[in-house]
């Protein structure tokens, strides 16, 4: 399947700032590991977990806050 899209030229270049900034050499690769992640994500906050970033040496998180996961839903027994 091919998948065509519109971005902006700012968008384009996030997306090519990203691919550099971690090593990827397409914009399919980069698709797939966001695809991961975000269902990665999604599997967490079903199980009743908080997606956060942790510093453990200042004993700090900072939760993640993205509307797509506030739509997720736990399954009901």
Do not use: C
């Not at 550099?20 to 977990?49: C, H, M, P, Y």
Request: hydrophobic content about 40%; glycine content about 2%; aromatic content about 4%.
């Amino acid at each position: 399947m091919r998948l065509q899209m519109e971005i902006t030229e700012q968008q384009s270049a996030h997306l090519e700032n990203l691919i550099q900034n971690t090593g990827l050499s397409t914009k399919k690769d980069l698709f797939n590991n966001a695809l991961t992640l975000l269902s990665w994500a999604i599997d967490e906050v079903r199980n009743g977990n908080t997606i956060a970033a942790v510093n453990e040496e200042q004993k700090l998180y900072r939760e993640l806050n993205m509307p797509v996961l506030s739509h997720v839903r736990r399954p009901t027994s």
